[in-house]
Nanobody, 120 residues
Framework: QVQLVESGGGLVQPGGSLRLSCAAS????????MGWYRQAPGKQRELVAV???????IVADSVQGRFTISRDYAKNTVYLQMSSLTPEDTAVYYC??????????????WGQGTQVTVSS
């Protein structure tokens, strides 16, 4: 079994910054892609940023230049540094990882979500 544990969400004022972390643990042989998605009230879940094994990143246009995704391979952890936050960034942020374990082929796992609220 694999668990993803997110941390770092909270309340921040417009223009502020937050850093999200997501650590994967359990029966992990390898992780290909890790990333972040978000879901605002009444909206569909959308991709924010992902990082593939090797470092290639895909970042949504809406956060390009403001959010940076990075990864610590040794710790099976992905980070999302968010800056210049606006109220439109308010959402539940979910971590995602494509994990290869000793028992199963590649499978996608999700974290429980962490709330980010941007408000004055």
């Amino acid at each position: 079994q694999v668990q993803l544990v997110e941390s770092g969400g909270g309340l921040v004022q417009p223009g502020g910054s937050l850093r999200l972390s997501c650590a994967a643990s359990g029966s992990i042989f390898s992780i290909s892609t890790m990333g972040w998605y978000r879901q605002a009230p009444g909206k569909q879940r959308e991709l924010v940023a992902v990082i593939r094994y090797g470092g290639h990143t895909i970042v949504a246009d809406s956060v390009q230049g403001r959010f940076t995704i990075s990864r610590d391979y040794a710790k099976n952890t992905v980070y999302l540094q968010m800056s210049s936050l606006t109220p439109e960034d308010t959402a539940v942020y979910y971590c995602n990882a494509d994990v290869i374990s000793s028992a199963t082929p590649i499978r996608a796992y999700w974290g429980q979500g962490t709330q980010v609220t941007v408000s004055s």
